[in-house]
């Protein structure tokens, strides 16, 4: 009933709230994703998305949708790699960033795990400046991490709000510098941070840095400072720092997967892990 093509058309789209950058990411033209869309569309009888000139936003019947479509999806690909007759082998040198591997990453690499067990996985946990470097350097086959702004590359997972978090019942006195709680550099979170502060005219002192996301948490939660994080992520223990602490606002974070520049055996299982990634970008972030 419903078409592989037209649902992957319809995920990208839901993605990245583009038909533009969805026919980027896809390899397509945009009338081709327009005409996939309208296609899923007639099939189900429903207004998946609603756009005018200016934005495109979800439906109702369009968040349902991306939950059929990732299931289908994956059965779907589970069905031809059964029928195909063929495995993949080989190691795979995957990073990822320390957010995910805190959440629900850990679903998705024992489906992949069940579905390609023949590929020897090679996990890096590091902060995503890092990986993005370790990944340019060749050492690296495969990456989920955040994304500088105005860095076009990767294939947008999913994008999200940085906020500021620290503990309830944390006070912060506005004529004193803000005390943050940070990774090293490259951190991309810090940078951001840093640069917001910055721009605002605010002052600020660090008050704790560690490379471990569960050394930040631990801090935050002591009540040594504020850090910088994504919404959606945040850590059990933590709230958002309330407005009236005159904090500047952050921007959004997209989270990405970006390949590397591997061939043969390599290439294929970082193919196969991305696809699996994208096919369940939702629960990444749903603790």
């Not at 980027?24 to 994703?33: I, N």
């Not at 320390?98 to 946990?125: N, Q």
């Not at 500021?164 to 005390?179: I, N, S, T």
């Amino acid at each position: 009933m419903y078409d592989p093509a037209q649902l992957r058309t319809f995920l990208a789209v839901a993605q990245t709230l583009s038909f533009t950058q969805a026919a980027r990411r896809l390899g397509l033209r945009q009338s081709t994703v327009s005409q996939h869309v309208r296609r899923l569309e007639d099939a189900a009888g429903r207004a998946l998305f609603s756009r005018d000139t200016h934005s495109v936003e979800l439906t109702e019947e369009g968040e349902a949708m991306i939950g059929f479509a990732r299931r289908i999806l994956e059965v779907h690909e589970q069905a031809a790699a059964y029928f195909a007759g063929t495995r993949l082998r080989g190691r795979l040198r995957f990073g990822a960033s320390e957010d995910f591997v805190l959440t629900r990453l850990t679903d998705i690499l024992e489906w992949f795990r069940r579905d390609h067990p023949e590929v020897d996985l090679e996990l890096t946990v590091e902060l995503s400046g890092t990986l993005h470097e370790r990944l340019a350097a060749g050492q690296l086959d495969l990456v989920l991490a955040k994304r500088r702004p105005q860095d076009p590359r990767g294939d947008l997972v999913w994008r999200d709000e940085l906020v500021w978090v620290g503990a309830e019942r944390l006070r912060l006195d506005v004529g004193q510098p803000v005390p943050l709680i940070v990774y090293p550099p490259p951190g991309i979170t810090r940078a951001r941070a840093l640069d917001a502060l910055q721009r605002q005219g605010r002052t600020w002192r660090i008050a704790c840095t560690s490379g471990s996301l569960n050394g930040l948490v631990a801090a935050a939660r002591a009540g040594l400072g504020v850090m910088a994080h994504s919404r959606g992520l945040v850590p059990p223990g933590l709230v958002r720092v309330p407005e009236r602490a005159g904090l500047p606002e952050l921007g959004r974070i997209d989270f990405v997967l970006v390949h590397g520049n591997g061939r043969g055996l390599a290439r294929d299982a970082a193919q196969a892990l991305a696809a699996a990634i994208l096919a369940g970008g939702d629960r990444l972030h749903r603790h």
